[in-house]
């Protein structure tokens, strides 16, 4: 436990509970809250109220007396920041009845022990909640990218946003590559979804980074067979620009408090297969965009980068279903049972999961009963996606 928890159960054990519990003056009952505006001593008559769950929500440090045998009261305890009500109550403001009981003497004291402990532990969970840090546009490599067609590429940066969790962890935290769909055409680490999952498991306590890779209308450059259209050369570069990424994280774990050898790759869409293939294959495939474009030093070519999972979201890896073999990272398979998208429909999550299967690689088949494609929303036994991503790395 930290030592702000400590001092949190202090301050309410030896200056609230005092307050709480202070005998009656003149058939009133005073109470103090923590709260250093004008209001912060009020006197109530009655006793004290034991407020349920419900009833603490938003409180604020006044009473609205009524007449004298009901009042409407509000209580805040603001030494709590919004967030820790909104993450139980939703910080919507309650009014709580009550009835004058006339001068009964001591608030009872088994009742304050209980509001000082849900306090405590409302504290303890704002203290311990996962906090992150996003760095925008972080330059994680150079790819070759050309204006038009027949025009000759030249180096452009890609740019990833890396979602850092706080505080720094002795070792490291396990960092997962992000790569987002969009058919290859479209697309953005910023699009909606993708945000709210890298931080939801950032909240959880990985490293997300959060890549762009090169699209068809980069017209990036690649060796044959890949060359052929310019959709299968764009597959190519994402397969290339994410193991670029995992090396990048690797290089740079102490940088962004990683610990280099709990690194995962998830795809989602067309960023499935890339990802997939960035986890299956050699470290010769998918390496360099073909002869005459060399990897530039910055692209930390000599470095080897396998990860320790392969999460595929609705995705098709039929191209490079045959280098899957049982000693592959373990596999997380997500696919919607009503996915009737073009090249990447339900069939496609089956297939994977009976390859794996046949070569003895350890994976996970999740058939998420009723989706379509891009079931971000999607629950299994009352877990979302990055639940279920959680649950899955944890149990490696």
Not at 159 to 172: F, N, R, S, T
Not at 292 to 316: E, F, H, Q
Request: one cysteine or more; proline letters at 6%.
């Amino acid at each position: 436990m930290q030592m702000k928890s400590f001092r949190t159960l202090y301050i309410l054990l030896f200056l609230v509970l005092p307050r709480i519990c202070r005998s009656r003056e003149g058939g009133n009952l005073r109470i103090n809250m923590l709260n250093p505006s004008r209001d912060r001593k009020r006197s109530i008559p009655g006793r004290a109220y034991l407020f349920s769950g419900a009833e603490l929500r938003d409180m604020h440090s006044h009473a609205e007396l009524g007449n004298e045998n009901t009042q409407w009261v509000k209580a805040l305890i603001p030494s709590f920041p919004c967030s820790a009500w909104e993450r139980i109550y939703g910080c919507a403001t309650a009014q709580i009845p009550t009835q004058s009981m006339g001068t009964s003497g001591l608030i009872n004291f088994h009742k304050a022990i209980v509001i000082v402990l849900l306090l405590f532990a409302l504290s303890a969970t704002t203290a311990h909640a996962a906090k992150y840090a996003v760095h925008e546009d972080v330059v994680y490599g150079q790819g070759y990218r050309a204006e038009e067609r027949n025009s000759t590429p030249t180096l452009a940066p890609l740019l990833a946003d890396i979602y850092q969790p706080k505080p720094k962890m002795e070792g490291g935290y396990p960092a997962i590559v992000i790569v987002h769909g969009g058919s290859f055409k479209e697309g953005d680490k910023q699009d909606k979804k993708i945000f709210i999952l890298a931080k939801n498991l950032a909240k959880l306590g990985y490293v997300c980074v959060s890549i762009n890779y090169r699209l068809i209308q980069d017209y990036p450059p690649s060796p044959d067979p890949h060359d052929i259209t310019i959709l299968s050369a764009a597959i190519h570069a994402a397969s290339v620009d994410t193991k670029l990424a995992l090396r990048f994280v690797a290089k740079n774990a102490a940088t962004y408090n990683v610990d280099p050898g709990r690194i995962a790759v998830l795809g989602e869409s067309a960023g499935a297969f890339a990802a997939i293939a960035a986890g299956v294959t050699d470290d010769d495939h998918f390496m360099n965009d073909g002869p005459g474009y060399p990897v530039p030093a910055k692209n930390y070519p000599t470095l080897s980068v396998r990860p320790m999972a392969i999460i595929d979201c609705w995705g098709n890896a039929s191209l490079v279903q045959k280098y899957i073999d049982g000693n592959d990272p373990p596999m997380l398979i997500l696919h919607g049972t009503k996915d009737r998208e073009l090249g990447a429909s339900f069939l496609f999550g089956k297939l994977l999961a009976e390859r794996c299967k046949m070569v003895g690689l350890r994976h996970s088949f999740i058939p998420l009963e009723g989706e379509r494609h891009g079931a971000f929303d999607a629950k299994v036994d009352g877990k979302k996606l990055h639940e279920l991503v959680d649950g899955f790395l944890k149990g490696l």
